[in-house]
């Protein structure tokens, strides 16, 4: 949602609009009305948004992976429960 990410990056609701309007016209993300509201957007990366991630961060998904590969679900729950909480 483009709410979160505009509060994590601790930009102004304009500036997030611009960046994300931007990434959208080079096709790097998509951007949706989100349907349980209606005033929210979505946000969700394309292929050639991933491609070029992994192009500039190479190996950063495999490390994650491989990171919390030894997590079982419920582990991974609460780890994203106090993330939320000390990112808030």
């Known amino acids: 949602e483009l709410r ?3 509060r994590r990056l601790g930009w102004s ?3 997030a609009t611009e960046v994300t309007l931007t990434l959208q016209g080079r096709g790097m993300v998509t951007r949706a009305v ?3 509201d ?3 957007r ?3 990366i394309t292929p050639e948004g991933q ?3 992994e192009r500039v961060f190479p190996g950063h998904a495999s490390r994650v992976s491989a990171a919390f590969a030894d997590l079982d679900d419920e582990e991974k729950r609460v780890l994203t429960q106090v993330c939320r909480k000390l990112a808030a």
Request: hydrophobic share 50%; proline share 0%.
């Open 4 to 6: 979160t990410v505009r």
């Open 13 to 15: 609701k304009a500036n």
């Open 34 to 36: 989100d349907a349980s």
């Open 38 to 40: 209606r005033r929210a």
């Open 42 to 44: 979505v946000l969700s």
């Open 51 to 53: 491609a070029l991630v």
